[in-house]
């Protein structure tokens, strides 16, 4: 079955940065969009990126483009998301997710813990 | 990329019907038909319940429908049960080529 896997959350100091990763298997890796979805606490869920299974084209949210970097490696089914510039209002849970064409999040890891302080 | 509307709470009996509406505006939900509803409860992975507007993953109870007029999508959960209690999530496309989430409506069962 579809399984995602985020790992490298922690405590980080603001102005510091961070590299996530997702570990995926069960399903077509290249065949999908990925995305890193965050939700601080107390709120509701936020989009932050995606990539499209080309592995070039990407999208971001505002409130971390130019500071944050998704990307993929195929081969080893893998899935990363970079922010630099920390900021304390990144702290939050990351969850890698599987897209579907229409826009959906079919699938979602289990999510890393990111606190900035 | 404002987050889309939705109400902070509903509650229904069980048995009962609910609707929950996401507002949006030309930009996301009346500019496309990719609009999604997720289902969590606490402490564990979002769900997702329905994807383009109406769809419904394999998996999911046809008690769960949606729908969309204007900029405004609804999520009917029809024949309430004590499970479907959680935090319900709609995310639209948008004409940026980003995704934009609603803030979240709590379901309570009665």
């Known amino acids: 079955q579809v399984q995602l896997v985020e790992s490298g959350g922690g405590v980080v100091q603001t102005g510091r940065s961070l590299r996530l990763s997702c570990a995926v298997s069960g399903f077509h890796f290249y065949n999908y969009v990925m995305h890193w979805v965050r939700q601080a606490p107390g709120k509701g869920p936020e989009w932050v990126a995606c990539i499209l299974s080309d592995g070039r084209t990407a999208y971001y949210a505002d409130s971390v483009r130019g500071r944050a970097t998704i990307s993929r490696d195929t081969p080893q089914k893998a899935l990363y998301l970079e922010i630099e510039t920390l900021r304390v209002e990144d702290t939050a849970f990351y969850y890698c997710?599987?897209?579907?064409?229409?826009?959906?999040?079919?699938?979602w890891g289990q999510g890393t813990q990111v606190t900035v302080s | 990329q404002s987050a889309l509307t939705q109400p902070a709470s509903v509650s229904g009996s069980v048995g009962q019907s609910i609707t929950i509406s996401c507002s949006g505006s030309y930009y996301d939900i009346g500019a496309y038909e990719y609009v999604s509803w997720y289902q969590h409860h606490p402490g564990k992975v979002p769900k997702l319940v329905i994807s383009?507007?109406?769809s419904r993953p394999s998996g999911v109870s046809d008690r769960f429908s949606g729908s969309k007029s204007g900029n405004t999508a609804s999520l009917t959960i029809s024949g309430l049960q004590p499970e479907d209690e959680a935090i319900y999530y709609c995310?639209?496309?948008?004409?940026?080529?980003?995704?934009?989430f609603g803030g979240g409506t709590r379901l309570t069962v009665l």
């Open positions: 997710a599987k897209g579907t064409p229409g826009w959906s999040l079919d699938s």
């Open positions: 995310t639209s496309f948008t004409t940026s080529t980003t995704l934009v």
């Open positions: 383009g507007v109406r």
